[in-house]
């Protein structure tokens, strides 16, 4: 399945359509799509939860702290 998010340069630094920066994780988590979430969830039953900190980074452009703490709380409803 292939994500397709529109990224917006500003200043140099790329910004996700969705705003995602200023919010909890609990906050990110619901406002990703179904798909989204489940790409994730799958990365983690495959034991790759590096990777799916980078897509969760990528799909939401939070930063790395944001994108751990989010994996973790989707880990935990696997």
Do not use: H, W, Y
């Not at 919010?23 to 989204?36: D, F, V």
């Not at 939401?60 to 935990?76: D, F």
Request: net charge positive; hydrophobic share 35%; proline share 1%.
């Amino acid at each position: 399945m292939i994500f397709l998010l529109t990224i917006f340069f500003q200043g140099g630094s790329p910004t996700i359509s969705k705003d995602f920066n200023n919010s909890s994780s609990r906050e990110i988590i619901q406002q990703l799509s179904g798909g989204e979430k489940e790409q994730i969830k799958l990365l983690l039953r495959q034991g790759k939860k590096i990777e799916a900190i980078k897509i969760c980074r990528s799909l939401t452009g939070c930063g790395l702290k944001n994108a751990k703490e989010m994996v973790e709380k989707l880990e935990r409803e696997i």
